[in-house]
């Protein structure tokens, strides 16, 4: 096919009807994808369309995900640089597309040196208004929530981004399947009060305020992932809470030293196995916590608690402190509900769950969400 001589570049700042979502800062020129399922939307016409990226990384490279009307239709890794990627050609030019552009990783707090960002298009087409969608919807978690391990054989165990997924993922499918718009708040092998490992700093309610404050490095920081989040920019009718897997880990892997103060954190067991009682009230202190912190930051949302996609060691104490604090503040737009677990059918790369866990997990969520949206 000769080159087309009709496309034309268009800085992603200039483009009035361009959709972004996912946390961000107010910055379009370039315009910086933080958080797994964040991307830019278009509805536009011509044959051809190309993306400008910049991808930068020490370990764990960006990938992305490409969606034409709804459908994906392909996935690729973004090597280091700045330069064009084809998103599509050939394609009938007096037809509308909708296109999303998809960043399909988590934010890499394990690599200071990892960014995505989007500077320019260029098409022989125009683009037209995004339809907005009747809902929003907030999602926050773990691993689980990154979609780590959606995607690949079961026999994969190497920690990388090619096995992560936000499209083969329960907070894409049920937001596709409520007809609302996402965003995604994220980190494998992180909890609400400590890591899988014991390591105190690992917990995203601490960083749930800012733009994405998780990402450390001095790049990162200049890019705004330290910013003081907007909300009132993007209020979400539900938030979907995913966490405690590796709070509840944390009972079973060794203690963590801190390397600067020497102070020693563990999760301890009692002697029948049971969980240390102190230790279980402090993970419920910390659901309370959060809980008070998003109705803060989300108003009117109905906060969700969902649990339970590898198994569910921790839901008794979510039920007591989701209990604790409605009983407390007279918050009734709070609920549990428990995910269906992850079984030998089920399980994905990386022992994490896979797309049909995924699957039956959106399902459970779609009917649960559908009676709380209908009063929206």
Same mark, same amino acid.
């Given at each position: 096919?000769?080159?087309?001589?009709?496309?034309?570049?268009?800085?992603?700042?200039?483009?009035?009807?361009?959709?972004? =979502?996912?946390?961000?800062?107010?910055?379009?020129?370039?315009?910086?994808?933080?958080?797994?399922?964040?991307?830019?939307?278009?509805?536009?016409?011509?044959?051809?369309?190309?993306?400008?990226?910049?991808?930068?990384?020490?370990?764990?490279?960006?990938?992305?995900?490409?969606?034409?009307?709804?459908?994906?239709?392909?996935?690729?890794?973004?090597?280091?640089?700045?330069?064009?990627?084809?998103?599509f050609r050939g394609m009938s030019e007096g037809t509308v597309k909708n296109v999303r552009i998809v960043k399909d990783v988590q934010a890499m707090s394990a690599d200071?040196?990892?960014?995505?960002?989007?500077? @320019?298009?260029?098409?022989?087409?125009?683009?037209?208004?995004?339809?907005?969608?009747?809902?929003? +919807?907030?999602?926050?978690?773990?691993?689980?929530?990154?979609?780590?391990?959606? +995607?690949?054989?079961?026999?994969?165990?190497?920690?990388?981004?090619?096995?992560?997924?936000?499209? =083969?993922?329960?907070?894409?499918?049920?937001?596709?399947?409520?007809?609302?718009?996402?965003?995604? +708040?994220?980190?494998?092998?992180?909890?609400?009060?400590?890591?899988?490992?014991?390591?105190?700093?690992?917990?995203?309610?601490?960083?749930?305020?800012?733009?994405?404050?998780?990402?450390?490095?001095?790049?990162?920081?200049?890019?705004?992932?330290?910013?003081?989040h907007d909300f009132e920019s993007w209020q979400p009718d539900v938030v979907v809470i995913n966490l405690g897997s590796n709070d509840g880990g944390a009972f079973h892997?060794?203690?963590?030293?801190?390397?600067?103060?020497?102070?020693?954190?563990?999760?301890?067991?009692?002697?029948?196995?049971?969980?240390?009682?102190?230790?279980?009230?402090?993970?419920?202190? @910390?659901?309370?916590?959060?809980?008070?912190?998003?109705?803060?930051?989300?108003?009117?949302?109905?906060?969700?608690?969902?649990?339970?996609m590898l198994g569910f060691p921790m839901m008794p104490a979510i039920y007591r402190a989701v209990d604790c604090y409605t009983k407390r503040t007279g918050d009734r737009?709070?609920?549990?509900?428990?995910?269906?677990?992850?079984?030998?059918?089920?399980?994905?790369?990386?022992? =994490?769950?896979?797309?049909?866990? =995924?699957?039956?997990?959106?399902?459970?969520?779609?009917?649960?969400?559908?009676?709380?949206?209908?009063?929206?």
């Amino acid at each position: 096919m000769k080159e087309n001589n009709k496309l034309q570049v268009h800085a992603l700042a200039e483009i009035e009807n361009l959709k972004v =979502h996912g946390r961000t800062t107010g910055q379009r020129a370039p315009l910086t994808l933080f958080w797994t399922g964040s991307a830019i939307e278009l509805q536009v016409t011509g044959s051809e369309l190309w993306v400008e990226v910049q991808s930068e990384y020490d370990i764990y490279e960006p990938w992305i995900s490409i969606l034409i009307n709804g459908v994906p239709v392909s996935r690729q890794m973004l090597t280091e640089g700045r330069y064009w990627v084809c998103v599509f050609r050939g394609m009938s030019e007096g037809t509308v597309k909708n296109v999303r552009i998809v960043k399909d990783v988590q934010a890499m707090s394990a690599d200071p040196g990892c960014s995505l960002q989007m500077y @320019a298009v260029k098409s022989d087409g125009a683009f037209l208004p995004v339809a907005e969608k009747p809902y929003k +919807i907030e999602f926050i978690g773990d691993s689980i929530t990154s979609g780590e391990g959606a +995607i690949g054989a079961k026999a994969e165990e190497d920690w990388i981004p090619m096995w992560f997924s936000a499209i =083969h993922n329960y907070t894409f499918k049920t937001a596709e399947a409520l007809d609302a718009d996402y965003r995604v +708040i994220s980190q494998s092998g992180w909890g609400v009060l400590t890591s899988w490992d014991n390591n105190p700093n690992g917990n995203i309610p601490a960083y749930y305020e800012q733009v994405c404050g998780l990402l450390t490095g001095e790049k990162n920081q200049a890019l705004g992932a330290g910013d003081r989040h907007d909300f009132e920019s993007w209020q979400p009718d539900v938030v979907v809470i995913n966490l405690g897997s590796n709070d509840g880990g944390a009972f079973h892997t060794p203690e963590w030293k801190d390397p600067v103060t020497g102070e020693v954190y563990k999760q301890r067991l009692n002697e029948d196995g049971g969980y240390h009682e102190e230790d279980l009230t402090a993970f419920e202190y @910390a659901v309370d916590s959060f809980l008070v912190k998003l109705r803060k930051s989300n108003p009117k949302a109905h906060l969700v608690w969902a649990y339970g996609m590898l198994g569910f060691p921790m839901m008794p104490a979510i039920y007591r402190a989701v209990d604790c604090y409605t009983k407390r503040t007279g918050d009734r737009t709070v609920s549990v509900i428990q995910l269906p677990d992850t079984t030998e059918e089920t399980i994905g790369a990386r022992t =994490h769950p896979g797309e049909l866990s =995924h699957r039956r997990a959106a399902e459970t969520l779609v009917g649960y969400l559908q009676g709380i949206l209908v009063e929206v």
